[in-house]
């Protein structure tokens, strides 16, 4: 194992998530009840502007919550673009629904929404629409073909906290939406996610089907399936301290996309940038190189010095339980980004002397090739 000088992603983690830490640990309430979940839940949604935000235990099963609170169900038909990470593919499966790929944009890396509305058919109930590397789809425009075809958006905001599209956090958009505190996520529970929307009858059935679908005032009685999806109240005390510095982490984060920016000569690379009507929070910087030879030995070089990089996400639908012989030739913007892109290291405390010394070695790199 690699001991990385400077690593792709550090979490921002201080005393008051310590002393909220403590405070769960003291009074025993360890598990899936106490205070912060509540305070958790209601301050999350006070900051998407959003009515009701369900807590869950990651990404992977708001995602799960999402498709089942919607009543897909086996055979309907989920859009995904095929250039994402493998969680909202799977929460498809997970249901039985039949996953139908589209291909992203290398503009903006994003879904491509031109091949949406020729995509829907009679058995389409929905399109999920990840907003990748702090990046924005055009989701007002996908939200009209969806609205014209009368199918539901689940926006995926797993790598979009604190990112904006005319104004309004990416997550109101959608029927529901999703977000995750992985380790690595702008805010961070260490493993947590959450569900949100303005529906509160959605709202509700979230919340039963992540409580083992338990019913109300009947202890150990259960009138449907449900799954056990809870935050702990020790992931919501981090969780509470987190989004009251959220706007610091976000603000340290555009310096950061700004410093790089500075640096970095841009002449034969593309970089995270913002797009009409959108306000990123830049999650992972990260860069597209002329082809994937030259990808892998920037990484080689980086790592050299001892310094973290990440590939961007494999195209899923070339993977064994994806692959369908069909796919060929279909996807291929999808493919270009996946053997072309690199994340470098973006933690909300990295130094202006460590940027320094990324963008100088590839500079240097970006000269000899």
Request: charged share 25%; glycine share 4%; hydrophobic share 35%.
């Amino acid at each position: 194992m690699i001991n990385y000088k400077i690593r792709l992603y550090d979490p921002s983690i201080g005393a008051q998530e310590k002393k909220n830490v403590l405070d769960c640990l003291n009074s025993n309430w360890i598990s899936s009840k106490g205070k912060y979940i509540n305070k958790f839940e209601k301050k999350f949604a006070n900051f998407l502007k959003i009515k009701h935000a369900i807590s869950v235990v990651n990404g992977t099963t708001a995602l799960h919550l999402a498709l089942l609170a919607l009543k897909i169900k086996k055979n309907d038909e989920v859009i995904v673009p095929s250039f994402t990470y493998i969680a909202p593919v799977n929460a498809i499966k997970y249901i039985g629904a039949k996953v139908k790929f589209i291909d992203s944009k290398l503009s903006t890396w994003q879904l491509d929404e031109s091949k949406l509305e020729g995509l829907i058919t009679k058995k389409t109930k929905a399109v999920i629409v990840p907003h990748l590397y702090g990046q924005i789809n055009d989701i007002e425009k996908i939200k009209y073909i969806c609205k014209k075809k009368k199918i539901y958006i689940i926006e995926d905001c797993a790598e979009a906290f604190g990112c904006y599209y005319k104004n309004k956090h990416v997550g109101t958009y959608g029927d529901v939406s999703t977000f995750s505190f992985f380790g690595s996520k702008t805010i961070t529970t260490g493993e947590g996610g959450m569900v949100v929307t303005n529906n509160k009858k959605i709202a509700d059935l979230i919340y039963k089907l992540k409580t083992v679908a338990v019913v109300k005032n009947k202890n150990y009685w259960h009138d449907m399936v449900g799954y056990n999806y809870r935050m702990t109240n020790i992931c919501a005390a981090i969780g509470l301290a987190q989004i009251n510095k959220a706007k610091k982490i976000i603000k340290n984060k555009i310096k950061i996309f700004h410093l790089y920016r500075k640096y970095l000569n841009l002449k034969k690379i593309k970089m995270n940038n913002e797009t009409i009507y959108t306000k990123s929070s830049f999650w992972l910087i990260t860069i597209f190189l002329q082809s994937k030879k030259k990808r892998n030995l920037l990484i080689k070089l980086l790592t050299k010095h001892k310094i973290e990089t990440r590939t961007t996400f494999n195209p899923i639908h070339k993977m064994p339980m994806y692959f369908n012989r069909n796919y060929k030739n279909l996807f291929p913007n999808s493919e270009i980004l996946s053997d072309t892109g690199l994340s470098l290291p973006s933690g909300s405390n990295l130094s202006d002397k460590e940027i320094k010394k990324i963008c100088s070695l590839i500079n240097q790199f970006i000269y000899k090739h």
